[in-house]
């Protein structure tokens, strides 16, 4: 009664792509957001030394 229509579901892939695509673009969009906060507060924080440099 139950098994047969998730034997069915599972042998349907027909959108399987687009969840897929989505997946990987809201990975990649966290990867990209993540790697850009931390250089973007590393370059932050060496201008600062910098700045500090040029004052002290």
């Known amino acids: 009664m139950f098994i047969r ?3 069915k579901l ?3 892939i ?3 792509s687009a969840v897929e695509y989505g997946l990987l673009l809201g990975l ?3 990867l990209l ?3 850009l906060t931390t ?3 590393k370059t932050s924080d ?3 030394e910098v700045e500090s ?3 002290g």
């Open 5 to 7: 229509p998730v034997k």
């Open 53 to 55: 440099g040029f004052s």
């Open 14 to 16: 027909s959108g399987a």
């Open 46 to 48: 060496h201008f600062n």
């Open 28 to 30: 990649m969009t966290i």
């Open 39 to 41: 250089v973007g507060t």
């Open 10 to 12: 599972k042998s349907d």
């Open 33 to 35: 957001v993540t790697a």
